[in-house]
Structures are given as structure tokens and as C-alpha cells.
């Protein structure tokens, strides 16, 4: 348990997922942030799949989707969800395990 | 004129019947309709449960399938928590009269990176609610958002548009609340929600406790306004609003025997009135519950059912000491046209009493309820509440038509007509029995203090319990009122001799007559003989004077024909 994570995830894949609803200026926001985001920290070991809620609306259940946007970080586990439109950098790679972060790699999911 | 009242018809508020028992009396026809209702109250006072039958009801009674957006528990845990009240919520989600959406929310799971919104709530109400063409919905606790979510300011700006999204969408919403510190809700979901506020509450006063229901705010309609308490039980939620029956019922002409002749002659010869609600009361051991029994014995005989709420003591109990004074309620019992229902006062709060009663009523549905005593029902709650419940009581038999005997137990340093609850003015009729103390002796005596709509005697009477029952004694009057025991008896043994005097006399003036005629008879009939005597004298006296008349007149007429001087035939013309 103490071990330090990062370590085993370091060959991991990044399988995220980008839950909008519809084109609005959020959505586009948050996913031209996180490509700028992925395309910088985790070049060719990324997926990102956009979900369009208001085509899929089924969908917004099985994640536990209440704030759009919200990126899902499906792989590696344990899931994490990272709301808003990706903005604030630091946080989002906080958010995707990208950043050492005392309080939040230590905690057991 | 007309046009404009139907006018104003037209525009009012339309409401939602929610299933739940009073409720809809309480706001005269249930929730706004196409609007969002806050329900607010602390941990387990019933929310989540008011919430959920509102959607089950409307599932199941008025064809209006619901959404229930759970924040709190998993849908598995929700229809088992509801299953103990006979909601089948697996059945009606399969028949898509009723979806479950649980929305999972953990803070740490949650990184915030910015702008966002709750479509995606949206998103997943709405998509519920077209699923099933729900015209219900109920969100369980939505606050639960402002532990998950960290940015305030963005929630409260969704909530506000997710209500107004709410009535666009045109349901009829139930959203729940935490009751807050001085707030109505934690989060002060009542700025939101304005349009009808339900307050619930649990409150525990003398180690018993009371679930309550109030209407903050209704707009736009006119509601019950009090604290209502209501139950919660295996048939979900009652609410038991006093003005939920309302001075407003038939009322029977048919009169109703009280069981014991005399008595009905003190009422105007026939008894009770059908329906009414009598109350006895009087100290220890003056024979109240002898008289509910003599009650509801003669009920039975009449085919009536009646059922029997005894406050202290059991069945057997009863049937043994009413044997004693010659009532036999064994057959009754067997006949299951009496049922007799012991229980504690202080086994529940008033108002699961008030339920059990009613249920049970509901259930062997009587002619007569018996209640003995209502004054031990002061052991579980204050005064005001005892007299609120049994004005429900008298309302719910009331409307039902069914004739209520209440005992009530005045303690002997009080008035005697002053009852611990107040309740006679709830009463039609009123007996007050009491201990006559005088000359050394206590006796009984009873009296009609009050009996709305017929007249009724005005004596007070003493009675005994008898080895066969209740028995009213003749009335003596003595200078101090009524006679009552060995003065009563003396008095009767004095006029049994003044009666036997009387009746001497009587003959000795009857014989007094008889000589009086027979005296009489004799003179009248000397007088007669007497009389008779005179008239033969006389008789013949007047027959001789005839006969000497006779013959002067031939002699005159031979002196006149001798001497030629007048025409015998003239003469005898003439005279």
C-alpha cells in the first residue's frame, strides 16, 4: 500500500472520456484544453472519447454524470472524474495523476 | 357574473392529489400542480417516504407515473426500505410507471477544473421523465450537491434554473430538504422553492414521541395551517388533521337504547340519538363502566356491533365483573358482535392510539363504540393534545354515524361536572353520576346534565348496582333533595303506611255512603206511604162531594120541570 503509485503507472494507458452536452463554448473549451493537456504530458498513450449527452442521454447514468463537462478518467484506475471546462491546468493534471500530489496519491480510492 | 366566477375557477391553482391519507385534506386537494413542493425536516422524520408514496400513489391511484432522483440511497436500498410498506417498486419500474435514478456523487473523487454546469442532471431527469412520460417527480436529497460539489455559487445558479427547468417541464415536484440550524433547510433551498413548504418533524416530549406536519406556505391556495400530527405504519403515512371530517355530517333521527328502561325514559322515553356522542362521567366505583356495559349489551341484543376500548382493565376482566352485577357478555364476545380491545395508555403516543382506534374501527366496523376511561389517555399526552385527538375521534365516529359512550373519571375534590379533559362540550349527551353522602351513608345518584335535542328528565336519581345491574330506585324528594338509601327506604315504608291508611279510609267512606242511602231509602218510602194515605182520603172525599153535587142538580132540575119554568134540555146544555 505505501508504495508509491506512480511508479506502476508510469507504462500505463490513459483511457479518458469527455462528457459534454451539445457544441457549447464549455464543451469546446474543455476539449481543446485537455487535447492540449494530453498531446503535452501524455503523447500516444491516450484515448479520448467525447460523449455527447444530449445524443446519448442513457449514458450520463453509467458514469455518474452530473456537471458538464466532466472528463472520466477510466484507466488507469481509480476512476476519476475532473469537472469543469479543463482551464486550470495544474488541476487537471492533479486530477489525472500527472502531478505528485501529497494529499491525493496517497488516499486509497 | 357567472362568466367571471367561472372565470376565476378557471384560474386557480391546480392541485395534485398525493394518495396520502389527510394530506390532501389538510391542503384541500393535494400539491400544486406543475410546481416544485419543498419538503423539509430533520434526519428520519419521514421525508424520503412522503416523497416516495406521493410517486407510488400517483403510480398506482392516479396514473401519473414518477421520477425518483435518490441522492442518498441506491435503488436496491430504497425498494427494500419501502417494501415494509407495501410499495412494490421492482414491479412498477417494470410496468415504467416508476424510474429510479440514483445519483452517486463523493467529493474526493472530484477534481474541479473550472466552469461547468449540471446538464448533465438535466440531462438524466430529463431523459427519465420522457422515458416513463412522468408527470411526477421527487428529488431526494438534492442538497447532498453541496457536499459533492465544491463551487457554491455555480450550484445555487443550476438549482435556481433546475426548479424553473422543473416547472417548464411541467411535473409536479417533490424536492426534500435538511432541516437547517435556524433555516428552514441546510442550504436554504426555500429561496428556490417557494411556491408550498412541508415542514415534518419528530419530537419527542415525555419520553414519547410524535411525528408532526406542517404547512409553511402554500401560495396561492388556503391550507391547514396547525401542526398535524401523522404516522408512519405498514401502510405508509397518515396525516390526521382534526378538520380533516369537519362539522359537517348527517345526522340520524333514530333513537338508540341506553339498555336500562328507566334511563331511556329520562331521556325522553327512547334514549340515546343515533350517532351522537355521550359522555359519563362521575369518581371511583360509581358504575361507569357497569353502565357502558349495560350500553353495549343492549347494542348487542339489537344486532349491533360494538366494539369496547378499555383503558384498564382486560377482556376477562371485564366479562367477570360484569357477570357479577348480572350482565352477561359471553355471548356477545361469541357471537363477535362485541369486541372488547384492551390496551396501556402509555403502550404508544396518543396518536397511534388514535390510529389503532381508527383502523380497527375501520376494520369491525361498529354500530356503538364504547371508551373506558378516556381520562386514562391524560398519562400520554398534555391536556390539549387528549382533547385534540378525541375531538378527531368524536368527528371520525361522528361522520360515520356511530354512537360513541365515553367514561370519564372525575376525581372526587373537583368539580363534579367539571371533566379533567374539557371535552363535554364535544359531547351530545352528558350523565354525571355521583356519591351522595347524607345521614351517614353513601349512595348513588345520577343525573342528565346535558342532552342536545330532545327533553330529557331534570330529576336526579339514585340507582344501585344490583345483582341484575344498573337499577334506577323511585324518586323520594325530602326536604334535602332526593332520598337516597335507608332515608329513601324509610320514606318508602312511611308511604307504604300512609298508603294503607288511605286505602282503610277509603272503605269506611264507602261503607259511610251505603248507610246514608239505606237511611234515605226508609224516609223516602214512609213519606210515600204517607202521602198515599192523604190521597186516598182525599179521593173520597172528592167523590162524595160529586155525588152530593149530582144529586142537588137533579133536584133542581125536578123543582124546574115541575114547575114548568125552563127546558130540561137547556139546563142540561148549559151546565
Known amino acids: 500500500m505505501p508504495k508509491n503509485p506512480k511508479v506502476k503507472e508510469e507504462p500505463e494507458f490513459w483511457e479518458l472520456r469527455l462528457y459534454v452536452a451539445g457544441q457549447t463554448p464549455k464543451s469546446l473549451a474543455a476539449f481543446a484544453n485537455l487535447k492540449k493537456i494530453c498531446e503535452e504530458h501524455l503523447q500516444g498513450k491516450y484515448t479520448i472519447e467525447v460523449i455527447d449527452l444530449l445524443k446519448n442521454p442513457t449514458l450520463a447514468k453509467g458514469d455518474q454524470i452530473l456537471a458538464i463537462p466532466t472528463l472520466v478518467r477510466k484507466l488507469p484506475e481509480p476512476v476519476r472524474k475532473i469537472i469543469g471546462d479543463l482551464s486550470n491546468t495544474e488541476r487537471v493534471l492533479i486530477g489525472l495523476d500527472l502531478r505528485p500530489d501529497a494529499t491525493r496519491s496517497r488516499r486509497s480510492p | 357574473m357567472a362568466k367571471e366566477k367561472a372565470a376565476t375557477h378557471q384560474a386557480q391553482l391546480q392541485k395534485c392529489p398525493t394518495g396520502i391519507i389527510g394530506l390532501d385534506e389538510l391542503t384541500q386537494g393535494g400539491l400544486p400542480r406543475g410546481r416544485p413542493t419543498l419538503v423539509t425536516g430533520s434526519a428520519g422524520s419521514g421525508k424520503t417516504l412522503l416523497a416516495m408514496e406521493f410517486l407510488v400513489k400517483g403510480a398506482t391511484v392516479y396514473n401519473e407515473p414518477g421520477v425518483f432522483m435518490a441522492f442518498e440511497e441506491t435503488a436496491d436500498d430504497l425498494a427494500k426500505n419501502v417494501a415494509s410498506l407495501g410499495f412494490d417498486l421492482d414491479s412498477l419500474t417494470n410496468n415504467k410507471k416508476l424510474a429510479i435514478d440514483y445519483v452517486y456523487i463523493e467529493r474526493s473523487e472530484i477534481e474541479e477544473t473550472g466552469e461547468y454546469d449540471l446538464e448533465g442532471l438535466f440531462i438524466r431527469l430529463g431523459h427519465a421523465i420522457d422515458s416513463i412520460h412522468a408527470k411526477r417527480v421527487a428529488i431526494d436529497t438534492i442538497e447532498v450537491l453541496f457536499g459533492g460539489l465544491p463551487n457554491d455559487a455555480i450550484l445555487r445558479a443550476e438549482l435556481r434554473r433546475l426548479f424553473r427547468w422543473l416547472k417548464d417541464k411541467g411535473v409536479t415536484a417533490i424536492i426534500t430538504g435538511e432541516r437547517g440550524e435556524n433555516s428552514l433547510t441546510r442550504y436554504g433551498l426555500e429561496e428556490y422553492v417557494a411556491d408550498c413548504v412541508i415542514l415534518l418533524d419528530h419530537r419527542i416530549v415525555d419520553q414519547i414521541s410524535t411525528r408532526r406536519l406542517r404547512i409553511v406556505k402554500y401560495r396561492g391556495s388556503a391550507h391547514g395551517t396547525n401542526e398535524y400530527p401523522f404516522l408512519i405504519d405498514e401502510e405508509g403515512l397518515s396525516v390526521l388533521p382534526v378538520t380533516s371530517v369537519g362539522l359537517n355530517y348527517d345526522v340520524p333521527k333514530e333513537r338508540i337504547s341506553t339498555g336500562i328502561t328507566r334511563l331511556d325514559t329520562m331521556f325522553d322515553g327512547k334514549g340515546f340519538y343515533k350517532g351522537s356522542s355521550i359522555l359519563v362521567s362521575g369518581t371511583a366505583g360509581t358504575g361507569k363502566s357497569t353502565l357502558a356495559a349495560h350500553f353495549a349489551e343492549a347494542a348487542c341484543r339489537k344486532n349491533r356491533r360494538c366494539l369496547y376500548f378499555a383503558f384498564e382493565e382486560s377482556p376477562q376482566q371485564i366479562t367477570r365483573n360484569m357477570a357479577s352485577v348480572g350482565i352477561d357478555l359471553k355471548p356477545c364476545l361469541q357471537k363477535k358482535l362485541l369486541m372488547i380491545r384492551s390496551m396501556r395508555p402509555t403502550f404508544y403516543g396518543l396518536e397511534m392510539h388514535l390510529l389503532e382506534m381508527i383502523k380497527l374501527i375501520h376494520a369491525f366496523d361498529p354500530g356503538v363504540v364504547v371508551m373506558d376511561p378516556i381520562t386514562n389517555l391524560i398519562t400520554v399526552g398534555l391536556p390539549v393534545d387528549v382533547k385534540s385527538m378525541l375531538t378527531r375521534v368524536v368527528d371520525y365516529l361522528k361522520s360515520r354515524q356511530i354512537t ?172
Open chain 2, 404 to 575: 360513541t359512550f365515553f367514561t370519564s373519571l372525575t376525581s372526587p375534590d373537583g368539580s363534579l361536572e367539571l371533566t379533567d379533559i374539557g371535552v363535554s362540550s364535544l359531547m351530545d349527551a352528558w350523565i354525571v353520576l355521583r356519591d351522595i353522602e347524607a345521614e351517614g351513608e353513601r349512595n348513588r345518584g345520577l343525573s342528565i346534565v346535558k342532552s342536545r335535542g330532545m327533553a330529557h328528565s331534570n330529576q336526579v336519581r339514585e340507582y344501585r348496582l344490583t345483582a341484575k345491574g344498573f337499577y334506577l330506585e323511585d324518586v323520594y324528594l325530602g326536604p334535602q333533595g332526593v332520598l337516597t338509601g335507608a332515608a329513601r327506604a324509610a320514606r318508602e315504608a312511611e308511604e307504604a303506611q300512609a298508603s294503607a291508611e288511605r286505602a282503610d279510609e277509603i272503605q269506611r267512606q264507602k261503607r259511610q255512603i251505603e248507610r246514608k242511602r239505606a237511611i234515605t231509602d226508609a224516609q223516602v218510602a214512609a213519606l210515600r206511604a204517607g202521602y198515599e194515605a192523604e190521597a186516598e182520603e182525599l179521593k173520597k172525599k172528592i167523590a162524595e162531594m160529586e155525588a152530593r153535587e149530582k144529586a142537588a142538580a137533579l133536584q133542581r132540575a125536578k123543582i124546574a120541570s115541575m114547575r114548568k119554568a125552563d127546558k130540561e134540555v137547556d139546563h142540561a146544555e148549559k151546565s
